[in-house]
């Protein structure tokens, strides 16, 4: 819904659309649909379940999963509640995470900047960034052990690439007038990329933290694969070891669900910090 | 009685590469503006006003011959001669205010000190009330205002206008020719405008000159009274319907059609 303000001046109308979200309070369709999926899916589940097609071994019900989920959340698994697997897991993302943006930003600002930079770092990109992760942890481990830093380190290569290529292309994207007008305003080359490029790229760099956040949490299992005490790809092989199916769906959906909370808080905060993204 | 001018352009050229596939897009221009003047470009696009307009903010080194600006070589861009554009200009994460503000603060000029000296540009063209607005909530015309708001806080000697209207329609687009040419009445500054809209070029210049297509040649040049005498506070509907008005619109027409026509011959032959 939009207002529009009249400006007279000059004696013509001049007109400004002003966006006001004025939305009556009622739940939105989409979610109407996400809950009639998750409704009809539980129920085949069920139904599934419920007539033995497999055994509840491997198929275990919808309501011995949640039983599940609220013992594993109680009492733990494998030496540690569900909280404390997801707090181990978001931890090491989340460096991971951190590291990849000191690191990534900056390259990718290089990239963008300097062709140099990009003729010599873009062709390693683009060679390693297809590669899945679980094709180089064997390297990874050879090289720096199987402790807590080998698994940061392979959560921070799969990121790295979608932060730094965003980046860089977001530094590209800058229009030549936003800068030239900028320099004919007084604007050294550092403040040039301190408050006309860098503000500019940042959709981007958004968009490629939203990205490799969702590649850095689905590196997590195969991170956690080797030699962890905890975190929900522990906790997901471990009870595949010793066939506790209700234990792996737990974890399963568990990863879901952050991964949903984690996509959703990165869209919002695009729209909250990048709100002139496609609107200039 | 000597004046140093503004800006000067001594058989100034500039080609675009080099070697066999060199192209020319400016040849020998020999243009003076002077202090308080109101210069239009007017020419046909590939005439090289764009080429002209960027050599005299910096942003492009001439192949041959020289670009003064106060007598002295231009080799860097200046917040002496701030450019205005048509589009994209603009910082879209920035209020009104602070992209007004925005050459102020590259001054290291702190932020009460650029309140106060916005405000009374931001009341001159009209966009007092809009200050805290996001700038990409704003329609085309009222994007312009902020944009030559912006130019003029930089307080340079010269603006240069590359066809910052170009992309309003008709009736925004008068309306802030009259703004425009009110500021550049006001503040008493130097102002080159480029653009290929005749009318226009005829109701803002003090001087224009014409350039024909590529090659950008100067091929006619016009001291005109009318923005003058808007300036002093005649009626611009008037002013714009006199038979004198007309008259040079069509003189400019013509030449501007010769050689256009010219430029399809030479295609031909």
Same mark, same amino acid.
């Given at each position: ?30 979610? !109407? ?14 139904? !599934? #379940? ?5 055994? @509840?071994?491997?198929?275990? +019900? ?12 109680? $009492?733990? &698994? ?15 993302? !989340? ?27 873009? @062709?390693?990109?683009?060679? &390693? ?6 094709? &180089? !942890? ?29 980046? #860089?292309?977001?530094?590209? $994207?800058? @229009? ?26 940042? @959709? ?9 956040? #969702?590649?850095?949490? $689905? ?25 506790? +199916? ?18 959703? +808080? ?15 | 009685?000597?004046? =140093? ?8 050229? =500039? ?11 400016? /040849? ?15 020419? *046909? ?34 917040? /002496? ?10 910082? *879209? ?38 200050? /805290? ?63 290929? /809209? ?26 005109? *009274? ?44």
């Amino acid at each position: 819904m939009t207002t529009e303000l009249f400006v007279i001046e000059h004696g013509l109308p001049e007109r400004i659309t002003e966006q006001a979200p004025r939305r009556r309070i009622r739940i939105p369709r989409s979610l !109407l649909f996400l809950g009639g999926s998750a409704l009809f899916w539980l129920g085949v589940w069920w139904a !599934l #379940a419920a007539v033995q097609v497999v055994p @509840p071994l491997f198929l275990p +019900t919808p309501s011995a999963v949640f039983a599940r989920f609220v013992s594993v959340t109680a $009492s733990g &698994y494998a030496d540690a509640t569900l909280l404390q697997h997801a707090g181990a897991s978001l931890f090491r993302v !989340l460096t991971a995470l951190v590291l990849a943006w000191v690191f990534a930003v900056p390259l990718g600002i290089g990239m963008g900047v300097s062709p140099a930079i990009r003729g010599i770092f873009d @062709p390693v990109i683009e060679a &390693y960034r297809p590669v899945p992760p679980l094709a &180089y !942890l064997p390297l990874v481990i050879i090289w720096f052990g199987i402790g807590e830093e080998a698994k940061i380190l392979l959560i921070f290569l799969a990121i790295v690439p979608a932060i730094a290529l965003s980046t #860089a292309s977001g530094v590209r $994207s800058v @229009p030549v007038e936003r800068i030239n007008a900028a320099r004919t305003l007084g604007a050294t080359r550092w403040q040039v990329l301190a408050h006309v490029i860098l503000p500019n790229a940042l @959709p981007e760099i958004l968009v490629g933290t939203r990205i490799g956040l #969702a590649v850095g949490w $689905s590196t997590l299992v195969a991170a956690e694969l080797v030699a962890a005490q905890r975190g929900l790809g522990f906790m997901i092989w471990t009870a595949s070891n010793f066939l506790v +199916t209700d234990v792996v769906l737990v974890g399963i959906l568990s990863i879901a669900a952050i991964a949903f909370v984690m996509e959703f +808080t990165m869209r919002w905060l695009e729209r909250r910090l990048t709100p002139w993204k496609d609107k200039q | 009685m000597t004046i =140093v001018p503004e800006l000067e352009a001594r058989q100034l050229s =500039v080609d675009y590469g080099a070697g066999q596939g060199a192209l020319a897009a400016l /040849d020998a221009i020999d243009l003076v503006v002077s202090p308080g003047t109101f210069v239009a470009i007017l020419g *046909p696009s590939g005439s090289g006003k764009t080429t002209l307009l960027n050599v005299f903010a910096g942003l492009i080194s001439p192949s041959r011959g020289r670009a003064l600006f106060r007598g002295q070589p231009i080799f860097a861009p200046s917040a /002496d001669r701030s450019m205005v554009f048509q589009r994209h200009a603009l910082l *879209p994460w920035l209020n009104v205010a602070d992209n007004v503000a925005f050459p102020l603060k590259l001054r290291g000029v702190d932020g009460r000190g650029r309140r106060n000296a916005i405000m009374p540009l931001l009341i001159q063209v009209g966009l007092a009330e809009f200050a /805290d607005k996001p700038v990409w909530t704003l329609s085309g015309g009222m994007q312009q205002r902020v944009g030559l708001a912006r130019a003029l806080a930089a307080d340079p000697a010269v603006l240069l206008l590359d066809e910052p209207l170009g992309a309003l329609d008709a009736i925004t687009r008068e309306d802030l020719q009259r703004v425009l040419l009110d500021l550049w009445a006001l503040s008493a500054k130097t102002a080159v405008l480029i653009t290929h /809209d005749i009318e226009e070029a005829v109701f803002l210049a003090t001087h224009l000159v014409v350039l024909s297509p590529r090659p950008g040649r100067i091929v006619a040049r016009f001291e005109l *009274p009318f923005s003058r005498r808007v300036a002093a506070g005649e009626e611009p509907r008037a002013v714009r319907a006199e038979a004198d008005f007309a008259a040079i619109k069509a003189e400019l027409r013509g030449i501007l059609d010769k050689h256009a026509a010219g430029a399809r011959t030479l295609v031909r032959a």
